[in-house]
Nanobody, 125 residues
Framework: QVQLVESGGGVVQAGTSLLLSCAPS????????MAWFRQAPGKEREFVAAFTWSGSRTYYADSVKGRFTISRDNAKNMVYLQMISLKPEDTAVYYCAGRTNFRARYDIRESYNYWGQGTQVTVSS
């Protein structure tokens, strides 16, 4: 059972940057495709960014494309979400997620069987 722990959330002003980190508990996470989702108050959890199964490509939601970057450091066993030019509408709880089904869609929450507890990101205007 892989456990995911997010960190790095906080309260920031619009236009600034924030780096979120995700630490999988198991080094076998290399066989798990990783992603980030977020959930704003009163809204459904939505896709933000993901690696393909091989980890060689990345995908982003249109709302964050060009501003957010998902990356990984295999040596440190970490996954990151670098967020720049933050907007108030980016305010949400951000979740790290992992899926073991390589055939599943990368952009829907039902595909993911591992989830972190979430980290709050608040962007003030």
């Amino acid at each position: 059972q892989v456990q995911l722990v997010e960190s790095g959330g906080g309260v920031v002003q619009a236009g600034t940057s924030l780096l979120l980190s995700c630490a999988p508990s198991d080094h076998t996470y290399s066989t798990v495709a990783m992603a980030w989702f977020r959930q704003a108050p009163g809204k459904e959890r939505e896709f933000v960014a993901a690696f393909t199964w091989s980890g060689s490509r990345t995908y982003y939601a249109d709302s964050v494309k060009g501003r957010f970057t998902i990356s990984r450091d295999n040596a440190k066993n970490m996954v990151y979400l670098q967020m720049i030019s933050l907007k108030p509408e980016d305010t949400a709880v951000y979740y790290c997620a992992g899926r073991t089904n390589f055939r599943a869609r990368y952009d829907i929450r039902e595909s993911y069987n591992y989830w972190g507890q979430g980290t709050q990101v608040t962007v003030s205007s």
